[in-house]
């Protein structure tokens, strides 16, 4: 199967989050949303200090031929 991934690294200063909490970024709502509209995954990693990482990946349906 096909896919596209994408990793985003920033190397700021981070913030505090968890799986359970809403982002507040509206940037990283919107990566979040599209995402999901294309069925794909959104995974976010983070914490004060030691800066941003964000996975994605979108499954890509239908013949490449």
Known sequence: HHEVQMKIYDYGLG???D????????GIKSMES???ELEGTFE????QGNGT????MIPIRGNLT
């Open 44 to 47: 976010l990693r983070t914490s």
């Open 15 to 17: 913030f505090l989050y």
């Open 53 to 56: 990482t964000i996975d994605i």
């Open 19 to 26: 799986d359970n909490q809403e982002l507040l970024s509206f």
């Open 34 to 36: 599209r995402t999901k």
